[in-house]
Every structure is written in C-alpha cells, then in structure tokens.
C-alpha cells in the first residue's frame, strides 16, 4: 500500500537550533514528494517538492529535504529556527503519475525564545 | 490567478440539514482534490477529479457526502443531512499535470450542531 508516515507528531526546539522533522514513505512507484506548511486557520502553502531531478531539495525560509530511496525518507531540515516557523508541516506524496496527493498526519512544530 | 477560492469560509448548521460547500480552482487546473482535516484524523483524501470526471471516491465516508464537478471552474461537495462527526476543516484543492503540488483554498471550517 501506498503511504506517509510523519514519525513524530510534535517537536520542540528553542530558537535559533536546527530543525528536524522526519517522514517515511511506501510506495511501489517513484514517487513525487513535497512539505507543506499550515499556519493557524489558514491552507496549505508549499514548502518544496521533489520530483525525481536533484535528491537536495531547497524551498522557501530556508528549508530543504533530502530523498533518499535507500531508506524511504523525505526529512525535513532547517539550519536555524525562527519563531515564525512554529505551524503544523504535512509531508505529502503522489505515489504515481495521475494519482492523489496523499499526506501523513501532521508534525506540530513548536519554536521557543 | 487569485488562487483556490472556497466557500462559505465559516459554516454552521444544525444537525439533519443539507450543506453544500464551493470550490472555484486555479484557471487551467486540471485535478481538483477535497480533503477532511480533523484532529483525530489529520488531512484525509474524500475524491479527486481530473478533467471534471471523479477518479478515486473511496475516502468519502458513507453515501451522505457526495462531489459534483460540472465544469472546469467549480465543485461542489454536498453532506445531506448532516451530523456532529462531520465538523471539521474542508480543503480543496488543484493542481496541473500528472505529478505537481497541489494549490490549496483557505478551507471551509465546518460545524454541525
């Protein structure tokens, strides 16, 4: 079966340390990956994407994601947190061509002074 | 583009009643996605479209929900009649091509009482 799986439902770093927040994925296929990113009350915004070209990915404030197939991961790092980082980050898969993005259940990501 | 467009933002209802929510996608957008967001559950996958036509309805959850895409520019997803356990945050969202992000809406929280 096809699935995301966000393997800790909450983090906590203090301001200014690095940032790590891990996702598995199962797939038969070479899968399309992305990290979204949800502030309170608002949608889903982009973070970045792989989409089988370079397996470093860079998004938007400083995140990137690295794919690795060997171990079925998609983890998400930031060198350095900002308060403004703290929201809920979904990792989200579409496992074939044509087929639904399907996410795991959410990482709350918490930022302390 | 002024992006996924939902409505009503905010829906309240009494238990029993029809509700329909809205969705306008992104112009040019062939896949549009509704998803359930709740505690319990994280973001669930209810059906997806591709070209107006539904592809995949497994993830709606009895047969008091149902989606209609009668054009490229609009969805709608009706619960009739609706119960508490259907209160959450509903998404739509879109997307071009067989292996893009997908473009969410701002949501349409949902409460039945």
């Known amino acids: 079966a096809q699935s995301v799986t966000q393997l800790d439902s909450h983090v906590s770093v203090s301001e200014g340390t690095p940032v790590l927040l891990r996702c598995n994925y199962s797939?038969?296929?070479?899968?399309?990956l992305f990290w979204y990113v949800q502030h309170p009350n608002k949608g889903l915004q982009l973070l970045l994407k792989?989409?089988?070209?370079?397996?470093l990915v860079k998004g938007i404030n400083g995140f990137e994601a690295e794919f690795k197939k060997s171990e079925t991961s998609f983890h998400l790092t930031k060198p350095s947190a900002h308060m403004s980082d703290a929201a809920e980050y979904f990792c989200?898969?579409?496992?074939?061509?044509?087929?639904?993005?399907?996410f795991g259940k959410g990482t709350t990501l918490s930022v302390s002074s | 583009d002024a992006g996924v467009i939902q409505s009503p933002r905010h829906e309240v209802t009494e238990m029993g009643q029809e509700v329909t929510l809205r969705c306008k996608p992104i112009?040019?957008?062939?896949?549009l996605f509704w998803y359930r967001q709740t505690m319990m559950r994280g973001l669930e996958l209810l059906i997806y479209?591709?070209?107006?036509?539904?592809?995949?309805d497994s993830g709606m959850p009895e047969d008091r929900f149902s989606a209609k895409m009668p054009n490229a520019s609009f969805s709608t997803l009706k619960i009739q009649p609706s119960e508490p356990r259907d209160s959450a945050v509903y998404f739509c969202?879109?997307?071009?091509?067989?292996?893009?992000?997908?473009?969410f809406g701002q949501g349409t929280r949902l409460t039945v009482v």
């Open positions: 989200g898969m579409r496992y074939q061509a044509g087929t639904a993005l399907i």
């Open positions: 792989y989409t089988s070209a370079a397996t």
């Open positions: 797939s038969s296929y070479s899968p399309s």
């Open positions: 112009s040019g957008h062939d896949y």
């Open positions: 479209f591709n070209n107006n036509v539904p592809i995949d």
């Open positions: 969202a879109s997307s071009w091509g067989r292996s893009t992000e997908a473009f």
